[in-house]
């Protein structure tokens, strides 16, 4: 009988496309068993045990299959940033992910709780995930939003103050706003983008904010509703007091869209007063469901560098086309649209399951799992090619979530690796020709429907 398949034909095919640069056969089998663990359902924890599906503990740890896993993992000679481009470049040839003048640079984070003292990057710090400070990990990620689709670009780990002999002023120290700016620069110029989008941790920053604006990149940030400036008395002196002083007609409704398709109606200002305004270098937009009470939870602060209108030639301002208040609005909302999703798939395919202390191994898991998250939407993108059109507007198209796209890989992956798993557990002769043609059909990327509804 002949060898079964590693992996499912359409898997395969994505594995073929990136693993040109891979020096061994043995890595590319270990690449194929690596994303494919990462795909499914299992309940276990994505370490190399669960994903080789092997004992837990110390036994199945040390067998060889979790071993083989391990090595790949920690010692194996690949290079996670080649990777990374072959990724990419596949990216770029598809049509929801391919370069588009109306994509967004978006800035976020992931922050995941490590205990110990010994891995790589681990400190005390804010973990978004949790809500608190804790011993964990954080890296910042640049994402491309583009009307169809979004996926992640480059990220890197921020290593806090602790590890370096100086701390703060170890010329290696990096804050998260320069991790961003690195990333920022890393990918801008491959890849066209209407704005970069971040929130108000990135928008307070002026160190941040200011090399965004000295290099006329355009972008879209928020502030806290807490942001002041100095003011005379009896002068608004910050952002919310601004807004709360305009003058109600001066509001205008919008329609916002989200991701699960139901509509909301939304009300947009541009103000003027202390450092902003449309003459000034940071235009100043609020964005809100109810102008009069401002709900601090509901109410976006916006600052942008975008132009007003074609006339307009103030300093600093981008040479871009113009934004409008609400074309700014609907910018930044992609941002939030995909932040809970995103981080919530990482964590279905592994992010923090990683059983590793050394930088090298962290950034090989990070870079497998994103190859894993790429691949949803190139089998999608598969399946639109020749039929997008040009959006005529900055609101985003959006795309099959991505819980659906993982149950439809799900779907006819889980059959074929758990029926191989189990027939050869049972038997080593060959499967029934029901069981073949079964497996031949999963094996093809045929879904097995397993629910009614």
Known sequence: MEPPKLVPDPLEEYCQQLDHFFSRPTQKVAFRSYVSG?????????TATGLANTEPGKAGSQHPAAQRLQWFLSESSWNSEQLDDARLALMRTLPGTAPHNSAVLVIDETGDRKYGTHTAHVGRQYLGSLGKVDSGIVTVHV??????AYFPLKLLPYTPASHFEHQTSDPAF????????????????????????????????????????RNFIPFVLTLPSSYTWWHVEDQPGGVEELALRAAPEAWQPFVRSY??????QRW???????????????????????????????????????????????????????????ELALLYARRPRIEQAYREVKQHLGWTHCQARSDIALRRHWSLVCA???????????????????PSTADAVHPP?????????????????????????????NPPRALCALLTAVGSGHPLRLYVT
């Open 268 to 326: 947009v200002i541009e103000l003027q007063g202390g450092p902003f305004g449309p003459k000034k270098s940071l235009r100043l937009v609020v964005v809100t469901p109810d102008p009069l009470k401002l709900a601090q939870e509901h109410t976006e602060y916006l600052i942008s560098n975008l132009r007003v209108n074609e006339q307009d030639v103030t300093i600093w301002h981008t040479p871009t086309p113009p934004a409008t208040p609400e």
């Open 143 to 148: 994402l491309y939003d583009t009307p169809q």
């Open 401 to 429: 979530t991505w819980s659906a796209a993982l149950r439809g890989v799900r779907a006819w992956l889980e059959p074929f690796v758990w029926v191989w798993r189990s027939w050869r557990a049972f038997s080593s002769a």
């Open 259 to 264: 991701a699960d398709g139901h509509q909301e």
């Open 174 to 213: 990096k804050t998260k706003p320069q991790l961003a700016i690195d990333l920022i620069e890393s990918v801008r110029q491959d890849w066209p983008y209407r704005a970069v989008v971040a929130d108000s941790f990135y928008g307070s920053n002026k160190v941040f904010r200011q090399h965004l604006i």
């Open 38 to 46: 990462l795909l499914l359902g299992t309940e276990r924890h994505k």
């Open 372 to 390: 894993a998250f790429c691949f949803l939407y190139w089998m999608s993108g598969k399946q639109l090619q020749g039929t997008q059109t040009e």
